[in-house]
């Protein structure tokens, strides 16, 4: 029976590996896979896209001068994704990789309760999640506001919180 169960892990594992070959190899991609089993860790249903387009590491260069900023972001947004989602009744995170014109975006929607004011999200302190707390996305505002090839985007559709990170890229 474990030795069945170790297979299951494992086909799972290749699953999102997959998923996720069009992501080189590295900090990134183990970050993002890291918190896919994390998700599926607290029971929340996870949909991961990543375009076909991405296979070409030309698209994949800004990664190499600042991997840590854009991990930090990555990071933050499904930190901030896990959490909202883990406290509702459907537990659900959407992440897209795509090209879209001349910019990479990463896309983590997820099911949410409660308000939310988006005039207020990139504030310190501000969380809808109680006191002590709204630090992450003013980080990332900051990091993003460092660069002139990356931004943001996020809104509300029904009960899902979208984030948009966008990274303009030099296709080839």
Not at 61 to 78: A, L, M, T, W
Not at 104 to 126: M, Q, S
Not at 136 to 157: F, P, T
Request: overall charge positive; some cysteine.
């Amino acid at each position: 029976i474990d030795g069945l169960i170790k297979d299951e892990v494992n086909c799972n594992d290749m699953k999102w590996l997959d998923k996720l070959a069009n992501i080189p190899q590295g900090g990134l991609k183990g970050l993002i896979y890291y918190k896919i089993t994390e998700m599926i860790d607290k029971k929340i249903d996870v949909n991961l896209s990543v375009s076909e387009q991405l296979n070409k590491k030309s698209y994949w260069k800004f990664n190499e001068k600042r991997p840590q900023d854009i991990s930090k972001i990555i990071g933050v947004y499904s930190d901030n994704a896990i959490e909202a989602a883990n406290i509702c009744e459907k537990k659900e995170i959407d992440i897209q990789v795509y090209l879209e014109g001349n910019q990479l975006i990463f896309c983590i929607a997820n099911t949410f309760t409660g308000d939310i004011d988006l005039n207020k999200v990139d504030k310190e302190g501000y969380s809808s999640k109680g006191k002590n707390r709204g630090y992450g996305l003013a980080l990332v505002k900051d990091i993003i506001d460092k660069y002139n090839d990356l931004s943001h985007e996020r809104n509300i559709m029904g009960n899902y919180y979208i984030q948009y990170f966008k990274i303009r890229v030099k296709k080839k």
